[in-house]
């Protein structure tokens, strides 16, 4: 077991071994410079539509900004029934600004309408939005419920409690929760521990979730805790990587202390900054020391000795 209890390492806890982009930067459909290669730039827009209007299988990802003057200027009711009819799209995220004014959003709920009827998209990512959640999930609902997604990425967002359960209602209505491998939520605002505890809740159902990542999302409350707790002690548990950094995972630290002592899946644990105190630290080292799969556990800013953890391991399993 790699243990990671090094301070200098506390910046970049959220980095894993699966820190690859989940879209193809070549293939944005809004290039980043709008300045002196306008021309060209919008060149290449139409260029990438036409590509993707006509099916064409080396688009197999976008990049799509719903800001400022982009959704002042395209009609966006057209492109979402354009990328909604691709079947070659694979991979999908969308960066979205804040916005109170009614034609803006009515023209993203049209792109995001259009886009929720595509069947081929397997990677779904929202990144860095301020735009209400109710227009994106909302509008996204068959999307998220009636494709095969392999992965979903939700970071640097700021979601809220009703869209909290907004997702965690479309999570439990997935008419195919076998598909569903990946699922990231980082550094989001998700509302209170009740909220929290639905969306982990509606995890409970995906047996072949091998990802699961939670660095500062807000976990808290029992309930969170327990369908953390009834994921790691499924029989058929394929659960490897579980990212808990800066998430307050104190008490009641016995249930997933457990659930961790008698897992036989994960291979990749991080705990960095997640608040235990010396009392439940000591019950997260006597799970720990119990389980022969974890292969990375990061322990950094935590009571957790790395020292001792790893003479416990060596003389428990050798």
């Given at each position: 077991?790699?243990?990671?209890?090094?301070?200098?390492?506390?910046?970049?806890?959220?980095?894993s071994?699966?820190?690859?982009?989940?879209?193809?930067?070549?293939?944005?459909y809004?290039?980043?410079?709008?300045?002196?290669?306008?021309?060209?730039?919008?060149?290449?827009?139409r260029?990438?539509?036409?590509?993707?209007?006509?099916n064409?299988?080396?688009?197999?990802?976008?990049?799509?900004?719903?800001?400022?003057?982009?959704?002042?200027?395209?009609?966006?009711?057209?492109?979402?029934?354009?990328?909604?009819?691709?079947?070659?799209?694979?991979?999908?995220?969308?960066?979205?600004?804040?916005?109170?004014?009614?034609?803006?959003?009515?023209?993203?709920k049209?792109?995001?309408?259009?886009?929720?009827?595509n069947?081929?998209?397997?990677?779904?990512?929202?990144?860095?939005?301020?735009?209400?959640?109710?227009?994106?999930?909302?509008?996204l609902?068959?999307?998220?419920?009636h494709?095969?997604?392999?992965?979903?990425?939700i970071?640097?967002?700021?979601?809220?409690?009703?869209?909290?359960?907004?997702?965690?209602?479309?999570?439990e209505?997935?008419?195919?929760?076998r598909?569903?491998?990946?699922l990231?939520?980082?550094?989001?605002?998700?509302?209170?521990?009740?909220?929290?505890?639905?969306?982990?809740?509606?995890?409970?159902?995906?047996?072949?979730?091998?990802?699961?990542?939670?660095?500062?999302?807000?976990?808290g409350?029992?309930?969170?805790?327990?369908?953390?707790?009834?994921?790691?002690?499924?029989?058929?548990?394929?659960?490897?990587?579980?990212?808990?950094?800066?998430?307050?995972?104190?008490?009641?630290?016995?249930?997933l202390?457990?659930?961790?002592?008698?897992?036989t899946?994960?291979?990749?644990l991080?705990?960095?900054?997640?608040?235990?105190?010396?009392?439940?630290?000591?019950?997260?080292?006597?799970?720990?020391?119990?389980?022969?799969?974890?292969?990375?556990?990061?322990?950094?800013?935590?009571?957790?000795?790395?020292?001792?953890?790893?003479?416990?391991?060596?003389?428990s399993?050798?």
């Open positions: 077991m790699d243990v990671d209890n090094d301070d200098q390492n506390s910046d970049n806890e959220s980095v071994e699966d820190d690859e982009s989940s879209v193809n930067d070549e293939m944005n809004w290039p980043d410079d709008f300045g002196d290669g306008y021309d060209d730039a919008e060149k290449l827009k260029k990438t539509l036409k590509k993707i209007k006509l064409d299988p080396d688009i197999t990802s976008f990049e799509v900004e719903l800001t400022g003057e982009y959704v002042q200027s395209i009609d966006w009711s057209t492109k979402g029934n354009i990328f909604g009819n691709n079947t070659q799209l694979k991979k999908v995220e969308i960066i979205s600004d804040q916005t109170e004014d009614q034609s803006t959003v009515r023209k993203i049209s792109f995001c309408t259009g886009l929720a009827n069947r081929s998209i397997e990677a779904f990512g929202i990144r860095d939005s301020e735009l209400s959640y109710n227009i994106l999930f909302s509008s609902q068959p999307l998220l419920i494709t095969n997604l392999i992965r979903i990425d970071y640097e967002s700021e979601i809220g409690d009703d869209n909290t359960r907004l997702l965690a209602r479309a999570l209505k997935r008419s195919n929760k598909s569903l491998e990946v990231r939520l980082n550094v989001c605002d998700m509302g209170g521990e009740h909220a929290v505890g639905e969306l982990i809740k509606a995890l409970e159902g995906y047996e072949n979730l091998t990802k699961l990542y939670l660095h500062d999302c807000g976990l409350g029992r309930q969170c805790f327990v369908s953390l707790a009834n994921i790691l002690l499924k029989p058929n548990c394929r659960l490897e990587t579980l990212e808990l950094a800066y998430n307050n995972i104190g008490r009641p630290q016995n249930i202390a457990n659930a961790i002592s008698k897992n899946s994960l291979k990749y991080n705990f960095g900054r997640t608040g235990v105190d010396n009392e439940e630290a000591i019950e997260y080292c006597n799970a720990l020391v119990k389980n022969n799969t974890i292969k990375f556990l990061n322990l950094s800013t935590t009571p957790m000795g790395a020292v001792g953890l790893i003479g416990s391991n060596t003389s399993h050798h």
